[in-house]
């Protein structure tokens, strides 16, 4: 089955009132691809501005959310907060949140499940250090990452996942075209082994790290590469030509 190309643009911790108007004005003028699933992830602050002002048709998501209902969580966003607000997606199991935040695979496979149930989207998360991949433990690790979610949730459709090697994150050095690809090919075959076929065929697998408007043409075009989680380049014009990589 042919999986929509889905773009993420993951702005962090970073913006302005001033430069995130920008930013979704750049979008909202700009021609994209219609066949491109477009998702923009700003500060929480910022989520229910950008979601008033960004055109129809593209997603807002939120960076973060947490897995009870609406409580006495200080410093929490709840599943139906979020749906409240117009805001479809969320972002789970960053390495940033991981590793800074101390995140477990459990913890994000208990939000995960939260969020998907709630009928909010998920861009699952998952990648290796450097001194994993190092070590050759790549795949052992993503796999890891992968049972413990898959052991939380019954519906993969509300999710696509993100592969982003932590090495690659920021640093401006990109995964090769078959680091990626390769990659992706074992998370789409543990999907078809452990999960099912259908899942396996119809789960988006993006790439995450460094992608910037030069190197997203090469890797839109592997086979088991459905799309983008874009960080620093998606604050720049430039994200609009990581959409249109796949035309
Ligand atoms: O979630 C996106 C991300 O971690 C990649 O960041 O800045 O390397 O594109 P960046």
Request: aromatic share 6%; glycine share 10%.
């Amino acid at each position: 089955m042919a999986r929509k190309f889905f773009v993420g643009g993951n702005f962090k911790m970073n913006g302005t009132i001033e430069s995130i108007k920008g930013i979704v004005k750049n979008l909202n003028e700009a021609q994209l691809d219609p066949n491109v699933e477009v998702v923009i992830a700003p500060p929480a602050l910022y989520l229910l501005l950008v979601r008033d002002q960004l055109r129809s048709g593209l997603e807002v998501a939120a960076q973060n959310v947490f897995d009870k209902p609406n409580g006495a969580f200080t410093g929490e966003i709840s599943v139906s907060q979020l749906k409240d607000s117009g805001i479809t997606w969320s972002i789970l199991g960053h390495s940033e949140r991981r590793t800074i935040l101390g995140e477990s695979d459990e913890v994000v496979a208990s939000k995960t499940k939260y969020a998907t149930e709630g009928g909010v989207g998920v861009i699952w998360c998952c990648g290796e250090s450097l001194e994993e991949r190092e070590a050759g433990k790549t795949i052992e690790v993503i796999e890891k990452q992968l049972a413990a979610v898959s052991a939380k949730i019954g519906d993969w459709s509300k999710v696509v996942i993100a592969y982003e090697p932590i090495w690659a994150i920021g640093t401006g050095k990109v995964a090769s075209v078959e680091q990626a690809q390769e990659v992706h090919a074992a998370i789409r075959s543990w999907l078809k082994k452990n999960v099912s076929e259908k899942v396996a065929d119809e789960t988006r697998i993006l790439y995450g790290g460094s992608v910037n408007g030069k190197n997203c043409k090469e890797l839109a075009k592997e086979k088991d590469i459905d799309g983008f989680l874009v960080g620093g380049a998606s604050l720049k014009p430039e994200f609009v030509d990581i959409i249109n990589s796949n035309q």
